[in-house]
């Protein structure tokens, strides 16, 4: 019902992981962790029998990984939102979380607030990338682009002021609003509508479409 916390389940084998992502998470009075996991077998499970909402879900584990658990965690509960969380940044497993169903990665020294936010994000239906899974995505990915998608993307950003398109710019970078605003000069709060904005104006889903385009605009 409106106003429910959103139900979280944590997958991770090291207890005092999960000890840490919990002690951030219930600071939050609308986010409840419903159930812990060990294991990408016990994740799915897990999210199944407590009707989980979002899972934070390791990459490396026994039993079963998390990128074999991600396609039958999606296919389990398909209306749970699934954020890959891991020390490892390669932009291979970026893009293999991606690819297989995730709605956001995040590397575990993120910052509380951060991690706050990308189980908000992922439960309102948004994909959340940390600023450094953002830029593998980008470069990654820009190395394909064609001509036809770069002419596009510049009659796109076209409509945008000169402002919005410095904004568009950092987000290319991979940068927070936290990181664009101190290099702006501008808030947080400021750069956080401004990047509102520009999705708006673009007709982008997330801040990672927005920066392959500016990558494809050559921003």
């Known amino acids: 019902m409106a106003g429910s916390p959103i139900r979280v389940v944590v997958a991770d084998d090291e207890p005092l992981i999960r000890a840490g992502i919990r002690m951030i998470l219930t600071s939050d009075p609308g986010i409840e962790v419903v159930a812990e996991g060990g294991n990408g077998r016990e994740a799915v499970e897990l999210a199944r029998a407590h009707r989980a909402d979002v899972v934070l879900l390791d990459i ?7 990128l074999t658990a991600l396609p039958e965690l999606c296919r389990a509960v398909p209306t749970a939102r699934v954020i890959v969380l891991t020390t490892f940044g390669e932009r291979d ?7 297989r169903g995730s709605a956001g990665f995040l590397l575990k020294d993120t910052a509380p607030a951060e991690l706050i936010r990308a189980v908000r994000a992922a439960a309102a239906g948004d994909a959340y990338l940390s600023p450094a899974a953002t830029r593998h995505v980008v470069e990654r990915l820009a190395s394909g682009r064609s001509g036809t998608r770069d002419e596009e ?5 076209a409509a945008l002021s000169a402002r919005e ?5 950092l987000l290319g970078e991979g940068l927070s609003n936290a990181d664009a605003g101190r290099r702006l000069h501008m808030s947080e709060a400021t750069v956080k509508t401004y990047v509102s ?22 921003l």
Not at 93 to 99: Q, S
Not at 165 to 169: M, S, Y
Request: positive net charge.
């Open 60 to 66: 490396q584990m026994p039993v079963m990984d998390g």
């Open 153 to 157: 993307a510049r009659t796109r950003v």
């Open 165 to 169: 398109r410095e904004v568009l710019a």
């Open 197 to 218: 904005r520009i999705l708006a104006k673009l007709d982008c889903e997330n801040r990672v479409q927005a920066a392959l385009m500016a990558r494809d605009a050559g």
């Open 93 to 99: 497993n970026v893009l293999r979380a991606l690819e």
